[in-house]
């Protein structure tokens, strides 16, 4: 199992292009998120998805787009970049079981894709 | 709003030291408590969770343990190696779809 891959690695756009972001997971995971990693802000909700078809904001949404067509496949789109989105971009995916009464949730995470905003 | 911190931000160690990183939460309302490694320019990898019920979880010589009502949670590391250099994340998850919220690191550096 490749886990959970991300497309491309490396990224340099100018401000005002659009470019999209592929995550793909062979996990069979119901669970997909897009995190970007910031110096001294720590990783950060961009946005979620928890089935095919369905998508919802995280903590810093703006400026970007997703969708989840596919249940393997978790798309971030930039519109109109701008240099505040220079970033680590991460995604992940989980499954979720119910163990002992409880909810357990393990996130697989990515290798990362660092984009620069010029 | 969920804040985590982590202390301290950068530890030094000689090889062979046992050392405890530590990661606190302000709503103990949580599902799960997940610790990661980083290394430089890499991915995160899942090293431990710990459910809301629980109190501890143990994989080789990492143990972190989890206190929910004071909010804390630790993870301790026995006889450190340089292979264990890296930045220690600890991240809770809250509701159930358990997004997560991270702190913002430990900084890891164990010297031969």
């Known amino acids: 199992n490749a886990g959970v891959t991300q497309t491309p690695k490396f990224r340099v756009l100018k401000t005002g292009q659009s470019m999209t972001l592929l995550c793909a997971q062979d996990m069979n995971h119901e669970y997909m998120y897009w995190y970007r990693q910031d110096p001294g802000m720590g990783l950060r909700l961009i946005h979620y998805s928890v089935g095919e078809g369905t998508t919802a904001k995280g903590e810093v949404p703006d400026g970007y787009n997703v969708s989840r067509l596919k249940k393997q496949n978790f798309l971030l789109g930039l519109e109109s970049a701008a240099p505040s989105q220079t970033s680590v971009y991460f995604c992940a995916s989980s499954y979720q079981l119910e163990v002992g009464g409880g909810d357990y949730n393990e996130q697989f995470f990515g290798p990362g894709t660092r984009l620069t905003v010029l | 709003k969920q804040e985590v911190t982590q202390i301290p931000a950068a530890l030094s160690v000689p090889e062979g030291e046992n050392l405890v990183l530590n990661c606190s939460f302000t709503d103990s309302a949580i599902y799960n408590l997940q610790w990661f490694r980083q290394d430089p320019g890499k991915g995160l990898t899942s090293l431990l969770l710990i459910q809301s019920s629980q109190r501890e979880q143990t994989s080789g010589r990492l143990n972190a343990s989890l206190d929910k009502s004071s909010g804390r949670s630790t993870l301790y590391i026995a006889a450190s190696q340089p292979g264990d250099s890296a930045t220690y994340l600890c991240?809770?998850?809250?509701?159930?779809?358990?997004?997560?919220?991270f702190g913002k690191g430990t900084m890891l550096l164990v010297s031969p």
């Open positions: 991240a809770v998850s809250r509701g159930r779809y358990s997004t997560l919220t």
